[in-house]
């Protein structure tokens, strides 16, 4: 299956793969040799000083984008609404060495940290050469995405952050000491730790960012663990050019080693070396926003989360370079624009984003302790890097991200500036796929998108035609989210399949068929999208949408999906058709969001019960359909799952008559 899948590439992409295959392999050999003749004098040689002492200087000089030096502590309450006491609080967690990472709930790492480790099973990934590492070992339920988590370092961030708002030096010198463990048990390719380039590029973002934020304390100024540490950060930067991530269609692990090449470029500023790394991770970087950005501003990975990570990928890296003095190209400008006003969008009135597609969590440089569904801060970050500030008009959320990002002036001058009032008009996002109906108090996302990946599958779901509906500021009906990745490849699929998403689903197929267990991120392309209509008007918005995704069936048939948004009554109409003849089993589920308790009121009427209201979800009843509540789950974040009621809709016979359901609020 893998030689049938190389051999429908381009031919100049399986030439190139195959030498970069020979080149690779050759380095099992070689690297080796390579990085034991690498030491101190070759990295002075290499960067153009004379001492560590100078080159760290020099480093500390160059400009950096991101508040790293002291702070006003209680300036910076003021601005952020008290935001130290969190960032001390996450601080003294991490120098315990204690993560809550990917739902494992609150875990010591212990004084001496197994960076191999997945803490959550206790299973270890053994060490060696890189490429002889099997990270996924589908047929065991360790998760290698917890070892990687731990070493991205992200959870080290508050440490350097109260240093920087503190000046204690036990924040910098537990930075330090966690470093200093890190280097020791993980030599350059050769660990588990090493076995994705993306994970050494991320790691890339948090060392530059500790080195500005702790590099000027007592606790680092000690010659061996700075040569050690330039050493190794300037081995990440090597080793995320020499194995980049390319392919014929690239994703969000090529645009994250390029834009951390684009952060040791200019980090390391000054030398042949890094123009060479900033060059090309540039060069890279404003080739892909065209490519995996669509026009729109949508990431065609097809997934909201990931379109968060990888609008960060894009956005700091231009940060980086403002910073510099560089210049940034305007198609680039525009897809940042465009990128932001999709985010915008896509929030809801509380600042909560509906969890479409995949989800891991995943962050550049995570400053601030909002909720993960909280994706406002990269609007403000990118209304002021572009200079639209009726980009963010509107826009709530706190400051903390935009302070640590843009400064304190910036965040202090949007603390000061009057609020507009918040844009809530109905949008259409063609190019992606993407419909969403809102007003100050509804707010419904519609999935009519491509398979993502360029019709690969990536991080996209079969979620067709399902949908997200807030209701008078309830969410009623959600995503199902993502659970889990290689741990469980029957839970990855479970999450991805079209029976947990609110679609209709015929003869227990799916949208788009999986290709076998050890594919987790592909799915073929069986259905193609089609919008029928899209009329948004201040009183009613209405869509109309459907997919080909059955028309492989014996006897095929078409989804024919309708939904409208009563804008006064706040009411939401769903008419569900099937185009097509024979016999069929069809269901529809609706994912009712864990917070709402749901009861059968009357043969036709389910009751949805929240904190604060009573909404009422109905059907024709005339209808041949039953109904029923069934037991389900969702994955509030990525390793966490919760219990909710699914009200699933059936059918069994020839193509029946429109379903027709509503859902209102309850008026007794």
């Known amino acids: ?55 760290w200087g020099r480093l500390l000089a160059y400009p950096y984008p991101f508040a790293a030096s002291e702070l006003d502590r209680q300036g910076y309450d003021e601005t952020t609404s008290g935001d130290s006491k969190r960032v001390l609080e996450f601080a003294d967690r991490a120098l315990l060495h204690r993560v809550d990472l990917l739902g494992s709930g609150p875990v010591d790492l212990g004084p001496q940290i197994d960076w191999s480790l997945d803490y959550k099973t206790g299973l270890r990934f053994s060490a060696g050469f890189f490429r002889d590492i099997d990270y996924a070992r589908l ?18 961030v508050p440490a350097g952050q109260a ?31 090493w076995a994705c380039t993306m994970e050494a590029a991320m790691r890339v973002f948090t060392w530059t960012w500790l080195f500005h934020a702790c590099g000027r304390s007592r606790a680092w100024d000690n010659a061996r663990f700075r040569e050690r540490f330039l050493i190794c950060l300037y081995l990440h930067a090597d080793f995320t050019e020499r194995y980049i991530e390319r392919s014929d269609v690239n994703g969000n692990h090529f645009t994250a080693d390029a834009a951390a090449l684009v952060f040791a470029g200019l980090f390391f500023g000054g030398s042949r070396i890094a123009g060479r790394w900033l060059n090309v991770g540039w060069e890279e970087l404003c080739a892909e926003i065209d490519r995996q950005v669509y026009p729109d501003g949508v990431d065609f990975e097809a997934s909201v989360p990931y379109h968060r990570l990888v609008q960060e990928l894009f956005l700091l890296p ?51 302790g909002q909720s993960a569904d909280d994706h406002r801060y990269l609007v403000q970050i990118a209304a002021h890097l572009l200079g639209d500030e009726a980009l963010a008009s509107g826009v709530g959320g706190d400051n903390v991200e935009l302070y640590w990002t843009m400064g304190s002036r910036v965040a202090e001058a949007r603390n000061t500036a009057r609020v507009a ?46 949908f997200d509906a807030t209701l008078e500021g309830i969410p009623l009906v959600t995503d199902s989210g993502c659970y889990l990745y290689t741990a469980s490849p029957e839970e990855r699929n479970r999450f991805r399949s079209t029976a947990y998403h609110s ?8 949208i788009n068929r999986f290709i076998g267990p050890e594919f987790l991120w592909n799915l073929h392309n069986d259905a193609r999208p089609d919008v029928r209509c899209w009329n948004t008007g201040s009183d009613k918005d209405e869509f109309c949408g459907a997919h080909t995704g059955y028309s492989r069936l014996p006897e095929p048939v078409t989804v024919v999906r309708r939904i409208l948004l009563d804008h006064c009554a706040h009411a939401l109409r769903i008419l569900d058709e099937l185009e097509g003849r024979g016999i069929h089993r069809i269901s529809i589920p609706y994912h009712i969001s864990p917070d709402i308790l749901v009861e059968q009121h009357s043969d036709r009427l389910f009751q949805l019960r929240s904190r604060e209201r009573l909404f009422r979800l109905q059907w024709d009843s005339e209808s041949p359909w039953s109904a029923s509540i069934q037991n389900g789950r969702a994955a509030p974040s990525y390793g966490v799952t919760t219990a909710r009621s699914v009200v699933v809709f059936s059918y069994n016979g020839p193509i029946p008559q429109v379903l027709d359901v509503t859902i209102t609020r309850f008026e007794h």
């Open 139 to 156: 047929d065991e339920p360790c998760d290698v995405k917890f070892p990687w988590e731990v070493s991205r370092l992200q959870w080290l």
């Open 421 to 466: 009032q918040r844009r809530v008009a109905s949008t259409a996002f063609r190019d992606g796929g993407i419909f969403i109906m809102r007003n100050e108090v509804d707010h419904v996302f519609i999935s009519c998108w491509p398979l993502g990946l360029a019709g690969r599958g990536g991080h996209s779901h079969n979620d067709l035609l399902s």
């Open 318 to 368: 231009a940060l980086y370079r403002r910073a510099s003095d560089l210049s940034i190209p305007s198609h680039y400008s525009r897809r940042l624009h465009d990128m932001a006003q999709f985010t915008s969008a896509y929030s809801r009135a509380d600042g909560t984003s509906p969890r479409w597609g995949d989800n891991d969590n995943g962050r550049v440089l995570p400053f601030g």
């Open 503 to 510: 679609t209709p689903m015929v003869d227990d197929e799916e």
């Open 1 to 55: 299956m893998r030689l049938g899948r190389a051999l429908r590439k381009p031919p100049q992409y399986v030439v190139r793969r195959a030498a970069q295959e020979v080149r690779r392999e050759l380095d099992r050999w070689l690297a080796p040799r390579r990085l034991r003749r690498f030491d101190n004098a070759s990295l002075l040689v290499a960067l153009g000083c004379t001492s560590i002492d100078e080159l």
């Open 163 to 193: 240093y920087l708002l503190t000046g204690d030096e036990r924040f910098a010198s537990g930075c330090r000491e966690v470093l200093e463990q890190w280097l020791e048990a993980n030599p350059c390719g050769q660990t588990v730790n």
